[in-house]
């Protein structure tokens, strides 16, 4: 079965494959698209990784991660902002039209959420000319809420679009990650604002279900395994006009441990039942550059 | 130390104590509230368990707990709402003025969140008239959004509230608890909302830390050990008029396994140190009895 034209394969899906075997894997799977992680494209060098991706003839949906802006000032959070625009070159050079950000947890020994909620936007507002110029959109993705303390300490959608909107849409947009965001009683009306806004700037689809693993970090399942209900969300991200790719990310010891090919055809295969008969478009043609994939087009 | 007048140790910090062993520690130690569970007031029946509480002085803060409201209609929907009358009644007889609801997870198979919120509200309102009647509130309780799919489809304290508005605050309350809703970008103004329209039915304090144990409904701990700013949070709850009982209630497999006397006298400490500089109001006077208790009072 060939892998609906929308679908994106999150390279974290297959973690532990380089970017040459993960760009192999994915287009020989017969998919258009590929979700990028920094950690393998550095591997291999920025030049190089451009030539392989712009090789492979796949799009490139996101780069997975920047963020880590709650620290206060300093020459950690200097380091954190470089590392930023180090990130945004390295999605540009890539072609990916969104760079995935992870706002970091509370600093240690810090209680004070407010004041790491506030440092987040601080960071964004110091990066959203570069990101302009790069023709990057910084993504704010908020994470489950039993990542507050220690990975994001942003929680919902809601709280990422007032984080993202007092910047341009072109320059700062959010993640619809269904993982994440699925238990909010808010979501569809969330959805509908990110996507009036022209906010979404990557939709990412995978599962939750209970009971949650000893590392709550590696609680994702595929699309159809779990609980979530991938019509009303899909369909509510559809409703926008959101025709992006939409991409698969699972953290899962299971699942990293099966052969790449696997993982890619049993991630076409959940998509194609729980996800693609929600989908009213095809999305951009496969082979467009990123250049034409403006958020909220 | 005295425990501060309005600490009331809830019965699941210690939950290997009998209800005489929880109450002759408690009052031992100095406290004038406890917090009950249902299963050790019936292990000694009804009648016995109220003369058990009026003999050991304590005022009653709650009682745990009702709910289990997502079934769909049917036999086990009908007997879990028949449960719950029973909860109202045992609330009535051991002087609680407040029935924590924990609403529920997901039903077996389902993927309609949507639908097992609707039926939650429907069975509070079938509910109303009898905790009416028995002069103790619904107390529904947001949990923390990682127990959405299996224990609670209620997961913040916005969502409570817009379950609770239709009926009389006399009747249906809130709980606001630390440890679920700490991380919510919107805690303080759902805090004042409950406030404002009487609604806090309980008030609960315990810490948040990571990493989350193998079990992530045993990851709380004794306020002061974690991340919550209780602070901010009791200073929110303060500035509503809330003078009710304050309760610690600790689900942690190494405080669970410490001596009760020392859980009690921990749990004392730890809320003199963190929770009660931030107290204006004393309370209600040690001694007084539930129907003196009105939420929002």
Redesign the interface.
């Known amino acids: 079965m060939t892998p609906h034209p929308r679908l994106s394969l999150n390279q974290a899906t297959i973690k532990y494959a380089s970017l040459g075997e993960a760009l192999d894997v994915t287009a020989a799977a017969g998919y258009a698209s590929i979700g990028l992680w920094r950690e393998p494209v550095q591997e291999v060098g920025l030049d190089r990784a451009a030539r392989m991706v712009a090789d492979s003839g796949l799009r490139v949906s996101s780069l997975c991660r920047g963020g880590f802006f709650t620290l206060p000032e300093g020459p950690q959070r200097r380091a954190a902002l470089d590392d930023n625009r180090r990130a945004l070159a390295e999605a540009h050079a890539v072609g990916a039209p969104a760079l995935v950000l992870v706002a970091g947890g509370?600093p240690a020994g810090?209680?004070?959420?407010?004041g790491a909620?506030a440092r987040v936007v601080d960071a964004i507002g110091e990066l959203v000319a570069e990101a302009e110029s790069a023709g990057v959109a910084l993504a704010i993705e908020p994470l489950?809420?039993?990542y507050?303390?220690?990975r994001a300490v942003v929680?919902?959608l809601?709280?990422a679009l007032?984080m993202a909107e007092p910047f341009p849409s072109t320059a700062v947009g959010v993640v619809v990650d269904t993982f994440h965001i699925?238990?909010?009683?808010r979501v569809r009306d969330a959805i509908a604002r990110a996507g009036a806004g022209g906010r979404i700037a990557s939709y990412q689809v995978c599962d939750?279900?209970?009971?949650?693993p000893?590392?709550?970090l590696l609680a994702r399942h595929y699309p159809g395994d779990?609980?979530?209900?991938f019509g009303?969300l899909t369909a509510a991200v559809e409703a926008t006009g959101y025709s992006g790719d939409i991409e698969v990310e699972i953290f899962s010891e299971p699942i990293w441990a099966s052969p790449y090919a696997e993982v890619a055809q049993r991630t076409s295969e959940a998509f194609s039942t729980v996800v693609a008969p929600h989908l009213t478009t095809i999305g951009r043609v496969p082979g467009d550059r990123p250049e034409a994939q403006t958020i909220g087009s």
């Open positions: 509370l810090s209680r004070d959420l407010v909620r489950h809420p039993m507050a303390s220690d929680s919902t809601d709280q007032d699925w238990w909010d009683p939750w279900s209970t009971p949650l000893a590392d709550v779990g609980v979530i209900d009303s």
